[in-house]
């Protein structure tokens, strides 16, 4: 059995402690919990009992990342985009710079793998130079868990 992992990641407009990203900075644990306690949420990196933050994904500490693990593709579905959380999405303009490439990859993992900062990157890399595949994918065109039908769909149309 697999569960859907998923990086994104966002370049900062300013640094966390800038006045101008307090809004943002204000969702982060609202957000947080509001994943936590939704259908399919498995795990966050920086979550509970974790040094990870957002800022360690890459040397660059003003690209931020996040990386969690979801139930299945649906449930991440319906959390970022049937939430409160497309708010935040929404409203990201006035956080986040454009970023050339993908800004999120999502690939399958075993259950119980919590993914690393260094797959995560690779995943998001992997994506950026070769597109859609099964081993990194988007929403636009998804590929499903290994042993289940390995042809792409699409969940947003």
Not at 74 to 83: G, I
Not at 95 to 111: C, N, R, S, T
Not at 128 to 144: C, D, L, M, N, P
Request: negative net charge; hydrophobic residues 40%; without cysteine.
């Amino acid at each position: 059995m697999y569960h859907l992992a998923q990086v994104n990641i966002g370049r900062l407009r300013a640094p966390l402690n800038d006045p101008g990203m307090a809004g943002y900075v204000a969702l982060r644990p609202v957000i947080d919990a509001l994943a936590r306690k939704s259908q399919g949420f498995i795990w966050r990196r920086g979550g509970p009992g974790s040094t990870a933050k957002e800022t360690d994904l890459y040397e660059d500490h003003m690209l931020i990342a996040n990386v969690s693990v979801w139930a299945t593709l649906e449930d991440y579905v319906n959390f970022v985009y049937k939430s409160e959380h497309l708010k935040v999405i929404k409203q990201g303009q006035q956080w986040f710079q454009a970023i050339d490439g993908p800004h999120y990859a999502l690939w399958w993992v075993p259950q119980g793998h919590q993914p690393s900062a260094q797959e995560a990157r690779e995943r998001l890399e992997y994506l950026g130079r070769h597109g859609e595949t099964a081993y990194a994918f988007s929403i636009e065109k998804t590929f499903w868990a290994p042993g289940e039908d390995t042809l792409g769909a699409s969940l947003m149309g």
